[in-house]
Nanobody, 126 residues
Framework: VLQLVESGGGSVQAGGSLRLSCEVS????????MAWFRQTPGNEDERVAT????????HIADSVKGRFTISQDNAKNTVYLQMNSLKTEDTAMYYC???????????????????RGQGTQVTVSS
């Protein structure tokens, strides 16, 4: 069973930084499509970034481009979302998610990433 556990959220002032972690456990092949999403009450999930497990980042949302980056520690099976120059509008619950095993380009729709962690809250204050 594939499990994702996020951590690293918290409260920070605008302009600050946080690094979120997503620990991946269970059976997962290199190249599997994964993503970071964020959700605020009453709004749809926003895809922050898409990447391949133990692979490249394939998409970064325009709203975070230049501020957020993905990195991975293969030895720890952990994916990181480094968030710099945080803005109040970055306040959200952040989820790490995995898509179904497949070939071809990674999809963008939240429903294409059915495996999710419990999320970690990020609150940015002005």
């Amino acid at each position: 069973v594939l499990q994702l556990v996020e951590s690293g959220g918290g409260s920070v002032q605008a302009g600050g930084s946080l690094r979120l972690s997503c620990e991946v456990s269970g059976v997962i092949a290199s190249g599997r499509c994964m993503a970071w999403f964020r959700q605020t009450p009453g709004n749809e999930d926003e895809r922050v970034a898409t990447f391949r497990f133990r692979g490249d980042t394939t998409h970064i949302a325009d709203s975070v481009k230049g501020r957020f980056t993905i990195s991975q520690d293969n030895a720890k099976n952990t994916v990181y979302l480094q968030m710099n120059s945080l803005k109040t509008e970055d306040t959200a619950m952040y989820y790490c998610a995995a898509g179904r095993p497949s070939v071809g380009p990674c999809d963008s729709a939240p429903l294409s990433f059915p495996t999710r962690g419990q999320g970690t809250q990020v609150t940015v204050s002005s």
